[in-house]
């Protein structure tokens, strides 16, 4: 069966930090992949997505970068992070077209 | 891109009663619309699903009806119950294309 690894649970990080959050998938290939972003009592938005490996669309401009570098493996990057960047992330996967999307548990960040 | 809004934003129902909640979508393209039921601190989890071929559609306590023609969707909790309180996720999928819009999300709070 399918299941999505997404680490770390929480993560508290200082003004100007680097970050990245990492997404692995197993028990599919070639699947969809997602990262969004959940502020506080809000909806989901759709940060990044992927259909291949080396293919990412950035949804929003933003401090966030997303890569790669294999098949079922996403990751979350910034060079520096802003208070504003504190939230819910959520990795995702699909496979296919028009398919329900699957997510990880998510990790709670937060910026000081 | 799509546009996809949702109503209301905190339900409160008492225990046994129905709980409605609405979305509607703005690109006539769309054709999947998944439902995803959030729990605190966790990532969402699919709960039931509708394609554009297909006006309603039923699993046990929750059924879900799209309405092509207006645009718009909805999701019925019958006989609810304390384990239904959640925050529940309406989203759209383009036809052909990968990328997930969600509704702002329903707090439902389901009263013993």
């Known amino acids: 069966s399918q299941t999505i690894h997404q680490w770390p649970a929480t993560l508290v990080q200082p003004v100007g930090s680097p970050l990245s959050l990492e997404c692995t998938v197993e028990g599919t290939s070639n699947p969809n992949l997602y990262w969004y972003r959940q502020a506080a009592g809000r909806g989901l938005q759709l940060l990044f997505y992927?259909?291949?490996?080396?293919?990412i669309s950035s949804e929003v401009p933003q401090n966030l970068s997303a890569s790669r570098p294999q098949d079922r493996q996403f990751i979350l990057s910034s060079k520096k992070l802003l208070l504003s960047d504190s939230g819910f992330y959520l990795c995702a996967w699909s496979v296919g077209l028009n398919t329900e999307a699957f997510f990880g548990q998510g990790t709670r960040l937060t910026v000081v | 891109g799509e546009n996809v809004e949702q109503h209301p934003s905190t339900l409160s129902v008492q225990e046994g009663d129905s709980a409605v909640i609405k979305c509607t979508y703005s690109d006539s393209a769309s054709n999947y619309f998944p439902w995803y039921k959030q729990e605190l601190g966790k990532g969402p989890q699919l709960i039931i699903d509708i394609r554009s071929n297909v006006g309603e559609k039923k699993d046990q306590r929750i059924a879900v009806t799209l309405n092509k023609t207006a645009k718009h969707f909805s999701l019925h909790i019958t006989e609810t119950q304390p384990e239904d309180s959640a925050v529940y996720f309406c989203?759209?999928?383009?036809?052909?294309?990968?990328?997930?819009?969600f509704g702002s999300g329903t707090k439902l709070n389901v009263k013993p």
């Open positions: 989203a759209a999928i383009v036809n052909n294309f990968n990328k997930f819009y």
């Open positions: 992927s259909v291949g490996i080396g293919q």
